[in-house]
């Protein structure tokens, strides 16, 4: 340790203004960050630090990632040999897994970290640290068969177009993992939806005739009742939770979220507000949509929705984003119900999309601005009655 | 008149080339945003857009410019919508009669100049206040900076949306299909040309630095 600190002390000064690579200096400053908390200190008045910066708090929402990643890594290698009728051990079933993510996951980072540093440098302001989240994010939400060259425009569109065209990380509009997944849902459709992509290896001829790879909420939204594998055996709840059912590499196990989201709120760094109040609109939602049924998909039990698809991992890793989400406390709550109830109508009532998790969190990003605005005027309003003000005569 | 100014002097010159870029219609005046997204899918019929956009906005301005004197302030919009009106009726039929399938592809949209807020815009804006030559000029101007903007986002959605140009099967001649590539379904879909439209501006604004809004 000492002696990578001195290192960095000893080359810093060709990279302070006019040294050798001067033009350098935010990447400098990025991986000096990276590797040691930064000790400066404000020079007047009193102020409190926290030891938890950016970059570390990326880093815990990182390793609440990792359950959903790991687990990821398993169900793909399970649901290819499972499709292919073929019985490995644990370690080869995850090493097909790891063979199949951890190439996606390596051509986001490099990719996304790529322009960012780009754009620091040409805009000589430090990297921001968001990427570290997104790139991270990107390759749980898209399916293990999806070619790299796929991932690499998504994140580049995601960065350039959902991030820094707003001026960078903490001033974009949209979750840029998000954007990422919808520019591949809209761009390339036949690699984002349909019966072959779910199940790694399906598409090129895999599994018997007769196999079908269909999701759950696919088969729902076929009007079918009892969901079943493409071996035929009937799903059970437990694999719905436990996540050995096909779909995007970190979302289907609502069990690895559910520890993601434990130390996420343990830290403090995700709002267990925004999760909560998500599945209570998505259980709201579900409800009604119960009450009025007159089909099969509308009849599926509200509960049953919240361990289908990307709803929790929405709810968790997307919707939590602090940029993106909604900054008021009161504010907090009204996004999240929103995108719960969003989620569910557009899940059910439009067939062409039977995955409204992602659609319902980017509309209502767009949207949480607006609703802080009204629960910040709200609030002023309210205390300047309680001062005895009429609200109207002042002025704001 | 004994002062007449030649036919190109530089200040009549000036509206022909601010409009492509200084002050281009859809980048700068941020006019007639709707039609470059309905119509910029391939090349061909925004070509053809563009040309029916300078024919209706450059005689609907030397028309309304003659009659400017004469027009009554309160009724000028209407009289500014005939005249638009049978400008793009004639040629939706010379379209009809010589390029029939163009016509079809873009089907309502010719005959939605009408509502194009340019044509509208200029006219009020310039041939109601300048000679007709000069108004000339500027509905020309003003029509091909909307044109080179339609061109160019409708080659980038034609070729990385369906891999051609002018209908030409390029991305097939090259073969890249059989390393994986495929087309890009978003280019097709609107809100790809308003991003396009979106980064040419900032493109612009990153070269000419005057037209940054500040606010």
């Known amino acids: 340790m000492k002696a990578l600190r001195r290192y960095i002390d000893h080359i810093k000064p060709h990279f302070k203004k006019g040294g050798k690579f001067g033009k350098l200096q935010s990447t400098f400053e990025a991986f000096e960050t990276f590797l040691f908390v930064p000790d400066k200190v404000t020079t007047s008045g009193t102020h409190i630090r926290d030891a938890i910066d950016m970059k570390r708090a990326m880093a815990l929402v990182v390793i609440a990632l990792i359950p959903a990643l790991l687990f990821g890594m398993w169900n793909t290698g399970y649901q290819h040999f499972l499709a292919a009728g073929e019985a490995r051990t644990f370690w080869q079933i995850f090493a097909f897994g790891l063979f199949k993510v951890f190439p996606i996951l390596v051509v986001s980072y490099v990719t996304g970290l790529a322009i960012e540093f780009a754009f620091a440098q040409i805009r000589g302001h430090e990297v921001n640290e968001g990427f570290l989240v997104t790139g991270f994010l990107i390759p749980l939400i898209v399916p293990a068969d999806i070619p790299l060259w796929m991932v690499a425009v998504a994140t580049a569109f995601a960065v350039i177009i959902g991030k820094e065209v707003f001026g960078g990380s903490g001033m974009n509009i949209l979750n840029p993992a998000l954007t990422a997944r919808a520019f591949l849902f809209f761009a390339y459709p036949s690699e984002m939806s349909g019966d072959l992509v779910w199940i790694s290896g399906l598409k090129k001829g895999l599994a018997p005739d007769g196999f079908t790879g269909e999701t759950i909420l696919a088969q729902a939204a076929a009007g079918k009742t009892a969901f079943v594998n493409g071996l035929n055996e009937l799903y059970t709840t437990r694999d719905m939770f436990l996540g050995t059912i096909p779909g995007s590499i970190g979302e289907t196990s609502t069990l690895a979220i559910l520890i993601g989201a434990l130390i996420l709120v343990y830290t403090g760094i995700g709002s267990w507000k925004i999760m909560l109040s998500v599945f209570t609109g998505g259980l709201f939602m579900g409800l009604i949509l119960n009450l009025f049924a007159v089909n099969p998909y509308m009849e599926l039990p509200a509960w049953e929705h919240l361990l289908l698809g990307g709803f929790a991992f929405g709810a968790v890793f997307m919707a939590t984003d602090p940029v993106t989400a909604s900054q008021t406390e009161k504010g907090k709550y009204i996004y999240g119900f929103l995108i719960g109830v969003l989620a569910i109508l557009i899940r059910v009532l439009n067939p062409a999309y039977p995955e409204g998790v992602m659609l319902a969190i980017l509309l209502m990003n767009v949207f949480a601005p607006l609703i802080d605005h009204y629960v910040v005027g709200a609030n002023i309003r309210r205390r300047l009655k309680r001062a005895g003000f009429n609200a109207q005569s002042v002025k704001r | ?215």
Not at chain 2, 42 to 65: D, E, F, T
Not at chain 2, 66 to 78: E, Q
Not at chain 2, 114 to 125: D, K, P, S, Y
Not at chain 2, 141 to 146: T, V, W
């Open chain 2, 1 to 215: 008149m004994s002062d007449r100014e030649p036919l190109f002097s530089s200040k009549n010159l000036k509206l022909l080339r601010e409009p492509l870029n200084k002050s281009n219609p859809i980048t700068v005046q941020v006019l007639g945003i709707c039609s470059a997204l309905a119509v910029t899918v391939k090349l061909k019929p925004s070509v053809v857009m563009a040309v029916s956009v300078i024919a209706v906005l450059s005689v609907s301005n030397v028309v309304i410019s003659v009659l400017r004197k004469h027009i009554p302030p309160r009724i000028r919009i209407i009289v500014q919508l005939v005249v638009i009106a049978t400008m793009v009726i004639l040629v939706d039929e010379i379209l009809k009669a010589f390029a029939y399938d163009v016509s079809k592809q873009l089907s309502v949209f010719v005959g939605l100049i009408i509502t194009n807020c340019i044509i509208m815009g200029r006219l009020e804006a310039f041939a109601l206040a300048n000679k007709p030559w000069p108004s000339f000029l500027d509905g020309i101007g003003n029509a091909a900076g909307y044109g080179l903007i339609l061109i160019i986002v409708a080659f980038f959605r034609e070729f990385l949306g369906s891999g051609t140009i002018w209908g030409y099967p390029v991305m097939e001649k090259i073969g890249i299909y059989k390393l994986g590539y495929t087309d890009n379904g978003l280019m097709i879909l609107p809100p790809m040309a308003l991003i396009t439209v979106g980064i040419i501006i900032w493109i612009q604004r990153g070269k000419n630095r005057d037209l940054i809004e500040t606010h």
